[in-house]
């Protein structure tokens, strides 16, 4: 069984789409014979687009490209010559890092948020993954399914029928829910002169789909835009092979036949038995010894009662973090020893520590503006509990650590205060009920897939380990207007914790543009820039 819908295309659309697309059939395809800025382009539309990255490139991008002189570009043309290139440089080298000198577009579709926590875990690749924010979830697909994974193993099962069935009913609740919130939050925050209706409008839609993103399951489909060098995707495809959720296993092989139709000699080795799937069943064995040791020792930790119900805490940090901070910034400006910057740093003033640090951070135009690497000389990790939709915002940070836990009905789920003022709370606490229900019902038939059942609405724990400079960049820009609300509370906290229980103020007050403001229409100001920035740019 083909767990993924068919687009259709017309014979015309089809003959312009090979020459830029590995294929004209399937979720995942790579990008070939478009320029770079062409590639981004696309990319940063498609985040904010309900429309498949074919569709979108056809209606919005064919008309300003010359394609008159494409008519015989075939997406496999030059790989022989490409091979023997790339032979040639590892046999003088005798080092894979040449891998890192190829890189591809892939545009992976209809994965479910479970997958793209999978898909999303490298650090040395870049992501743009559709918002719901953006993309209301009450349309279908081609299929005429709701856009939720349709995993083959559970629909075989007893329990198929049930699951279709639960999982339209959740989206049946939310398609009912948007425009019945949207009518209340018109009424709720009236239009105020001088906001134009567009502006309006998406702030309104932006606030309705932020509250109601919780009635959608895991199981929810996304489109994601990847671009990596073939040594990431190569570490990527063997982390998929070994994961435990088969619809990642599965995934891995189309992402495989596609890559390889453009990058073929980087990935050589990945489904070689004595090369790549050696490797993938080190992956596979490790985590599931580690798993089976832990339980043996533990046998009550998969079932032990939360700690904490939401929220934050800092739950490991330096206490001469600050201290270090100012060495680091001081250590390339003088002959010293490490050791012997610190014991002076140690012993300056509050004054003097004080105008190091504002000399290194300067005066920040904006949160853009971050000062250099002696930030990372310090780290806090934080135990975090927050919705799943949250977590899956915070997750696509890439330049730290994380870890996160299964995902289940037992930390209970947020009610948004919007859902609840405006009349909607009992259908979406029936929504909380037939999710928790399901997932129970799969997690002893199918457990790999139970987690697809959970509504992003239910809480999730994960640890989030970074530098200074790293919370700098993810603080000021996860609390700023325009975040989700959801999010916003948990990067405040953190800015909050890091000043008054690590005691590093000096690091925290660094961070200028965090943002601990509340708002009513969180994109309201944004929409409001982005459309004097249109006005300012003039017609198209």
Not at 315 to 320: G, K, Q, S, T
């Amino acid at each position: 069984m083909f767990p993924y819908a068919e687009e259709t295309f017309t014979e015309d659309e089809v003959e312009v789409l090979r020459h830029y697309v590995t294929n004209v059939e399937g979720p995942v395809f790579a990008l070939v014979n478009l320029p770079e800025v062409v590639k981004g382009a696309l990319f940063a539309r498609y985040s904010r687009s309900a429309k498949s990255l074919r569709r979108l490139f056809l209606d919005e991008f064919v008309g300003e490209l010359d394609v008159s002189g494409d008519a015989g570009v075939d997406a496999t043309m030059g790989l022989r010559r490409a091979e023997e290139l790339y032979d040639r440089v590892f046999l003088e080298y005798g080092d894979d890092s040449v891998a890192q000198l190829g890189g591809v577009h892939l545009a992976c579709e209809q994965a479910s948020n479970m997958l793209t926590k999978v898909l999303e875990w490298g650090r040395l690749m870049a992501y743009l993954e559709q918002s719901t924010r953006y993309v209301p979830y009450d349309s279908r697909l081609s299929s005429g399914h709701y856009r939720y994974h349709r995993d083959p193993e559970v629909l075989e099962s007893p329990l198929g029928a049930r699951y279709v069935g639960d999982m339209d009913r959740m989206f049946d609740t939310y398609a009912a829910s948007l425009p019945a919130l949207q009518a209340w939050l018109t009424r709720r925050f009236p239009q105020h002169a001088g906001d134009s209706d567009f502006v309006y409008r998406q702030s309104i839609r932006a606030k309705a789909l932020d509250a109601l993103r919780g009635l959608l399951p895991a199981a929810s489909l996304s489109n994601v835009g990847m671009y990596g060098t073939g040594q990431s995707y190569e570490m990527l495809m063997l982390r998929m092979r070994a994961h435990p959720l088969p619809e990642a296993r599965r995934y891995a092989q189309l992402m495989l036949d596609e890559l390889r139709k453009v990058i073929p000699s980087f990935l050589q080795r990945v489904d070689v038995p004595e090369r790549g799937g050696v490797w993938t069943e080190y992956l596979a064995e490790t985590a599931a010894r580690t798993e089976e040791t832990v339980a043996r020792l533990w046998p009550d930790a998969q079932d032990a009662p939360s700690e904490q119900a939401s929220g934050v805490r800092l739950v490991d940090w330096d206490p001469e973090g600050e201290d270090k901070v100012i060495a680091a910034i001081c250590y390339p400006r003088t002959s010293l020893s490490d050791q012997e910057v610190l014991r002076r740093v140690r012993a300056l003033g509050a004054e003097d520590r004080r105008s190091l640090m504002a000399a290194y951070v300067g005066d920040r135009v904006n949160r853009r503006h971050r000062p250099g690497r002696a930030f990372e000389r310090t780290e806090y990790r934080f135990d975090v509990v927050s919705d799943y939709g949250a977590f899956r915002d915070l997750q696509r940070h890439r330049m730290l650590t994380i870890e996160w836990q299964h995902l289940g009905p037992a930390l209970g789920y947020e009610m948004p205060e919007t859902v609840v003022e405006a009349g909607l709370a009992e259908r979406y606490e029936r929504t909380m009920a037939r999710s928790a229900d399901l997932y129970q019902a799969m997690a002893s038939a199918c457990p790999a897939q139970a987690s697809y059942a959970v509504a992003l609405a239910f809480r999730i724990r994960y640890a989030m380990q970074m530098n200074a400079r790293e919370a700098m960049h993810m603080l000021e820009l996860r609390s700023g207007e325009q975040g989700h609300p959801a999010y916003r509370v948990v990067a405040q906290d953190m800015h909050r914790l890091i000043a008054e229980h690590a005691g590093h103020r000096l690091i925290a007050e660094a961070m200028g543009f965090v943002d601990h403001a509340s708002y009513d229409l969180e994109r309201l100001g944004s929409e409001k820039r982005a459309e004097a920035r249109r006005s300012a740019v003039g017609p198209a």
